[in-house]
């Protein structure tokens, strides 16, 4: 059985002491896979001191936010529900408000009140469940947890409500998982994906994946949600991650927000997205539409699409120490004749074409569109291709680069002396 919430300071969200919570009046359970009545332990016999996530659970347990079982276990590796989710998410945010629910599969359900709030603060909606059905004891995937997470950060600030708009709206959104170009995973959550990433809420695995589609342990959402907890009091300004994919949605670059760059009287990326520039030896026409700044400046790379792009084990590192950034390059390209990397590059502009190409084991792991080297004539006269291509500018002050479409439109960017 589980115990209903105790009441508590109506606040935006919780700061509890490890206090004892009080008793409240228990409601039938539904499934056996629910917490138990007893919330006063913030220890448990199968969470020892040296497990991984021992402070987050400790934490978690001491706030409130998730109890353990009746047995005295917490049971760490167990897959959070959605029911679950919904209770720990509820009691972060303790409100008074309630939106009745539709769903039919949840009328007699032990979290059917914090459902309830959920409907009411945001982090669930109806519309994002087929067959009005909740499926309460299916468990939450990482893709669906980035959305309540995003959308419980959009309650507390509008903010992020924006920004999730504006990556859902663009489509120069660009969010650094192999799943963007490679499937895997509701294409709707890409967005709420980003703010998770850039806010540092979830992360991806060591292949650089994120797994929409792949589950949460108990112990992994204690971490979660202390992470949360904190993320709460910020803005998405304070989060560079989260400024260079809103820059990359609206202006298609993240150079601003990652470089010394400054955009000129002249005009920016934005100028010539998708504008064709024909090459100064006719091989063909080519359009930018994306323009990735990779901060390479230093020691290691920064920035939220290093990992999409940049391997520190290959000779990508030679870049590295030397006040250069890195610039990947997505452009669309029409051949006027069969013709290879190295010869569109030849005699053409600087940063309409590049014969370098992105590191192998990126383009593998990212999925990105790549020719297989840069000498066979891979480009085929009349046909459309869209590839992914390397670039490198410095930085020192009164340094200066741009170029410009067909019509005039330009770009130009100088570091300030």
Do not use: C
Request: charged share 25%.
């Amino acid at each position: 059985m589980l115990h209903r919430k105790s009441s508590r300071n109506n606040l935006m969200f919780k700061a509890l002491a490890s206090s004892v919570m009080t008793a409240a009046a228990v409601i039938p359970v539904a499934t056996e896979n629910v917490e138990a009545a007893s919330v006063t332990k913030t220890t448990f016999k199968d969470v020892t001191r040296s497990h991984w996530a021992y402070e987050s659970i400790k934490q978690v347990a001491e706030k409130g936010l998730v109890t353990g079982y009746e047995d005295g276990t917490y049971k760490p590796s167990a897959q959070v529900t959605r029911a679950e989710f919904a209770t720990f998410l509820s009691r972060v945010f303790d409100g008074k408000d309630r939106t009745t629910v539709k769903f039919k599969d949840v009328g007699s359900h032990w979290a059917i009140d914090a459902i309830q709030e959920g409907l009411a603060v945001g982090f669930i909606r109806e519309s994002d469940f087929a067959n009005n059905k909740f499926e309460p004891n299916k468990p939450m995937t990482r893709g669906e947890m980035s959305r309540w997470l995003s959308n419980a950060l959009a309650h507390a600030n509008p903010e992020y409500g924006k920004a999730i708009e504006e990556m859902a709206n663009s489509s120069l959104t660009l969010i650094p998982i192999p799943e963007f170009y490679g499937g895997g995973g509701n294409k709707k959550d890409l967005p709420y994906i980003g703010v998770a990433l850039a806010t540092g809420l979830l992360s991806g695995y060591e292949d650089f994946s994120f797994k929409p589609n792949g589950n949460t342990t108990r112990a992994e959402v204690a971490i979660i949600l202390i992470r949360f907890m904190d993320t709460l009091k910020k803005a998405p300004s304070d989060f560079t991650g989260m400024k260079e994919l809103l820059e990359v949605a609206k202006t298609g670059t993240n150079i601003l927000t990652i470089s010394n760059f400054k955009k000129s009287k002249y005009g920016g990326y934005e100028d010539v997205l998708g504008k064709p520039h024909t090459y100064l030896n006719n091989t063909g026409v080519a359009t930018i539409e994306h323009a990735i700044f990779v901060d390479t400046t230093g020691s290691k790379p920064k920035g939220i699409f290093k990992d999409m792009f940049f391997n520190e084990k290959s000779e990508d590192s030679i870049l590295l120490n030397k006040g250069i950034f890195a610039i990947y390059y997505e452009y669309t390209f029409k051949p006027s004749r069969d013709v290879s990397i190295q010869s569109i590059s030849n005699g053409s502009d600087l940063h309409f074409a590049s014969n370098f190409l992105v590191d192998k084991s990126k383009i593998a792991q990212f999925n990105l569109s790549s020719p297989k080297n840069t000498i066979n004539n891979d480009f085929k006269k009349g046909e459309t291709y869209r590839y992914w291509a390397n670039n490198q500018v410095g930085s020192p002050p009164g340094s200066e680069f741009g170029s410009r479409a067909d019509d005039g439109s330009k770009f130009y960017y100088e570091v300030p002396k």
